[in-house]
């Protein structure tokens, strides 16, 4: 990938990820059956993100089930991740839990079963799947956000007042910028995505994440709404659910086969990695994983 001179635009409105440096590239697959392959800054830690949504999505549905799907919708949204016009013709009521409003949402949910340790505990389940206790928040990139982050302080507002969110809206998104913040590098978050392609288990320890049916919904929310009006862009050329993060991380699940992280800061203008989704496409046609045939 070194040799390709467009690689999008770092995200700046989060003014902490506007440093990072748009020639970092890392790839990691890891295989259900253990293999590691790794290429370029696969040890480098970035800022993940949304694609920590997955993982509060995972523990949410954990905690409450199918009644999350009474506050947040499963249906891709075709507008930006942090778009607001949705909101206000449908009463309050994310499209889907990857985009902000729904993330901010999810987090809610998190937070009102665990008022004092939510943030320990999407800390904790990450490194658990990751099976890597050294996983952290950088603290910089929380409060960068926290700083300037008006558009979701907008969406989580709204949302109260239509009574989607049960928490005090600071509390809530002082979760969701700091779980956002996590920072990890390819090969952790490689290993993360392990029980969903390996339906539901965790395959170092042989334990149950998640059932077999829920790991299936998790991805088929991946593949549809994991990367909002980019979503059917990355079906089309890559054919793997996936999820990105404005830190330009995206982790894919090829499902029965691998789980795979890629970064590459750079992003289109729909918000997703540039390269990251021009690397993927390329494995997954070399190694024929898209879901939808070789
Ligand atoms: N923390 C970011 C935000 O809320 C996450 C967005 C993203 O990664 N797409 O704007």
């Known amino acids: 990938m070194a040799e390709r001179p467009e690689r999008g635009k770092v995200a700046s409105y989060i003014p902490e990820l506007a440093k990072i ?38 523990l949410a549905l954990g905690k409450i089930g199918d009644r999350l799907w009474q506050r947040v919708g499963r249906e891709p949204s075709g507008s930006a991740f942090n778009s607001i016009v949705q909101l206000e013709y449908e009463k309050g009521k994310p499209r889907n839990p990857f985009i902000n409003s729904g993330a901010i949402a999810v987090t809610d949910v998190i937070l009102s079963g665990q008022p004092r340790e939510a943030l320990g505990e999407i800390l904790r389940f990450m490194q658990f799947v990751a099976d890597d206790n050294a996983i952290k928040i950088d603290d910089e990139v929380a409060a960068s956000e926290q700083r300037t982050g008006y558009r979701n302080a ?127 496409e390329q494995l997954t046609r070399r190694m024929g994983w898209s879901v939808f045939g070789a």
């Open 21 to 58: 440096d748009p020639r970092k590239f890392g790839l990691v697959v890891v295989s259900n059956d253990g293999e590691i392959a790794v290429a370029g800054d696969s040890e480098a830690p970035f800022s993940i993100q949304s694609i920590s949504k997955v993982f509060t999505l995972t």
């Open 154 to 280: 907008a969406l989580a507002n709204y949302m109260k007042s239509f009574g989607v969110l049960d928490n005090p809206v600071h509390f809530t998104l002082g979760v969701y910028f700091h779980h956002c913040a996590i920072a990890m590098n390819c090969r952790q978050l490689a290993m993360a995505g392990r029980f969903l392609a390996n339906n539901g288990i965790n395959p170092s320890t042989g334990m149950s994440v998640v059932t077999p049916e829920r790991a299936k919904r998790i991805n088929s929310i991946m593949m549809m709404c994991g990367h909002y009006d980019g979503s059917g862009e990355f079906a089309y050329r890559v054919g793997l659910p996936g999820k990105s993060g404005v830190g330009g991380g995206i982790l894919a699940v090829a499902p029965g086969k691998a789980s795979i992280a890629v970064w590459s800061p750079g992003l289109d203008e729909t918000g997703n990695s540039y390269l990251g989704r021009i690397a993927l």
